[in-house]
């Protein structure tokens, strides 16, 4: 709050959270400037603020009680005769909007309710050890170096991720942030057709993700799309410790391929019908409709 001059008093939010018309729905029916802002509300004397509220006609005894406790609260606001009024974002530091205050802040928001995330992970179509893995990773299960150092397993010197060898191994860098692990992600999007952004951790992957296929796909086709990102994930996490313990390092093209056959085993597990190969797939991911419609 500066000097008052562009919030309004009592449709804006400026002091308890509320705008002032929710909290007293009484006084500002009464009100006789109902849109004014809060300088026209007081007035200076010399450097004090003093409200002046002025109403539509007399306050019954009742009506007076209810001021009361309206002046408690605006002796709690502070006016500033000469700062102007600012936007403040009240999840950012100093009141400053970013786009990282902003994640944060629907984290907290998502994690609020119930995690369904979390338990929707029993109900895709593939592999219980895939459900387990993604399973883990949301539940920061895995046990990647960062979570070894945490548990002096392993030196703070020895979290280095092993595919990129520059930042620490946490399960988000590790399956999703990771710049080799990232290029994978994004080859299976542009495969469907589809651009996205950088989710900010797994939880927030698998809401993007199941997000990006809807409209007229058929349930089959969202179903596949899901069970992709489990496959991945299974598959970058396998690759990791095909790394670490038997030093076989990664071919991500190879990988990319690996991924297809493992969801045309899976699919046709599903349903025996399913005759397309994993080539297939990989060609054209319309024979997925073509077969569902």
């Known amino acids: 709050m500066g000097n008052g001059n562009h919030v309004k008093f009592w449709l804006d939010t400026w002091l308890t959270g509320f705008c002032l018309a929710n909290s007293y729905p009484t006084l500002f029916h009464l009100s006789s400037s109902k849109s004014g802002f809060v300088s026209q509300m007081g007035y200076w004397l010399e450097d004090t603020w003093?409200?002046?509220?002025?109403?539509?006609?007399?306050?019954?005894?009742s009506e007076t009680l209810m001021v009361q406790s309206l002046m408690s609260d605006l002796n709690l606001a502070a006016i500033h005769r000469l700062k102007e009024d600012r936007l403040i974002w009240e999840w950012g530091k100093d009141g400053d909007y970013t786009v990282n205050s902003c994640m944060?802040?629907?984290e907290r928001i998502r994690y609020a309710g119930s995690p369904t995330y979390v338990t929707n992970v029993w109900k895709s179509i593939c592999p219980p050890k895939t459900e387990m893995t993604l399973w883990l990773a949301l539940n920061e299960g895995l046990c990647t170096r960062a979570?070894?150092?945490?548990?002096?397993?392993?030196?703070?010197?020895?979290?280095?991720?092993?595919?990129?060898?520059?930042?620490?191994?946490?399960?988000?860098?590790?399956?999703?942030?990771?710049?080799?692990?990232w290029k994978l992600w994004n080859k299976i999007v542009d495969w469907r057709g589809l651009s996205w952004v950088m989710p900010y951790g797994l939880d927030d992957l698998q809401c993007q993700w199941?997000?990006?296929?809807q409209g007229n796909h058929c349930k089959f086709e969202r179903t596949v799309w899901g069970g992709f990102m489990f496959n991945i994930v299974w598959?970058?996490?396998n690759a990791r410790n095909n790394l670490i313990f038997e030093d076989q390092k990664p071919i991500w093209e190879d990988i990319l391929w690996l991924l297809f056959y493992i969801a045309a085993g899976w699919i046709r597990n599903l349903n025996s019908s399913f005759w397309y190969t994993g080539a297939d797939l990989?060609?054209?991911?319309?024979?997925?409709?073509a077969w569902s419609a």
């Open 235 to 237: 598959t970058i996490w």
């Open 50 to 61: 003093y409200w002046n509220l002025k109403w539509r006609r007399p306050l019954k005894a």
């Open 210 to 213: 199941l997000g990006l296929l």
């Open 147 to 181: 979570f070894l150092v945490k548990r002096h397993v392993l030196s703070p010197q020895e979290d280095k991720c092993p595919f990129c060898e520059q930042h620490s191994e946490s399960v988000s860098h590790i399956l999703l942030h990771c710049q080799v692990v």
């Open 282 to 289: 990989y060609r054209n991911h319309e024979c997925i409709s």
């Open 104 to 106: 944060l802040a629907l």
